[in-house]
T-cell receptor
Framework: AQKITQTQPGMFVQEKEAVTLDCTYD???????LFWYKQPSSGEMIFLIY??????QNATEGRYSLNFQKARKSANLVISASQLGDSAMYFC?????????????FGTGTRLTIIP | DTEVTQTPKHLVMGMTNKKSLKCEQH?????MYWYKQKAKKPPELMFV???????INESVPSRFSPECPNSSLLNLHLHALQPEDSALYLC?????????????FGPGTRLTVT
């Protein structure tokens, strides 16, 4: 079974609209961390936001927020007021056994295109 | 400063060549990683170094040989590669102690094997 599932291969969104990128995960470990990364066409993976499994509140970082629904095992990324520079590939990733295990499992990614 | 640098940016090599990829970070991170990424795919973990010791090797062929000379540097030595090894090679680093432990990536080396 896939540990991280991103069901949207591609999305087109009008500039200034909000966008939600879906991510579901599968783990039996009670301790884990969830990450979102952005990869522009230049290739560099840019860390956006983190959610720990024991965090009580949804994470926010500027225009990025994470809609964490633990019971549903989902960790959707919300980008508010999208900008042209948000066009990129977005990867959801999970690290199980939060500390001491450095292995990240990535989803297949969602390619987001912002339309002017 | 959250910068990870990688050299070279682009590399073209023949199947009989020997070359090296270099990665450097000055964030005091004690974990460093090599990933391979094919087009339109997520990164695949190759190696992890923790405190300058190899802690994870994801069954990578021996034609890829990692080296961690010190806590700031990570090399990937390449020898007798195959055309299917053409890919973007990403280096990353992270803290090992408490905290989020997010990985910071370099810009990558685009490798073409001819």
């Amino acid at each position: 079974a896939q540990k991280i599932t991103q069901t949207q291969p591609g999305m087109f969104v009008q500039e200034k609209e909000a966008v939600t990128l879906d991510c579901t995960y599968d783990t039996s470990d009670p301790s884990y961390g969830l990450f979102w990364y952005k990869q522009p066409s230049s290739g560099e993976m840019i860390f956006l936001i983190y959610q720990g499994s024991y965090d009580q509140q949804n994470a926010t970082e500027g225009r990025y927020s994470l809609n964490f629904q633990k019971a549903r095992k989902s960790a959707n990324l919300v980008i508010s007021a999208s900008q042209l520079g948000d066009s990129a590939m977005y990867f959801c990733a999970m690290r199980e056994a939060n500390f001491g295990n450095e292995k990240l499992t990535f989803g297949t990614g969602t390619r987001l295109t912002i339309i002017p | 400063d959250t910068e990870v640098t990688q050299t070279p940016k682009h590399l073209v090599m023949g199947m009989t060549n020997k070359k090296s990829l270099k990665c450097e970070q000055h964030m005091g991170h004690r974990a460093m990683y090599w990933y391979k990424q094919k087009a339109k795919k997520p990164p695949e973990l190759m190696f992890v170094y923790s405190y300058e010791k190899l802690s994870i090797n994801e069954s990578v062929p021996s034609r890829f040989s990692p080296e961690c000379p010190n806590s700031s540097l990570l090399n990937l030595h390449l020898h007798a590669l195959q055309p299917e090894d053409s890919a973007l090679y990403l280096c990353a680093s992270s803290q090992l102690t408490s905290g989020r432990g997010e990985q910071y990536f370099g810009p990558g080396t685009r490798l073409t094997v001819t």
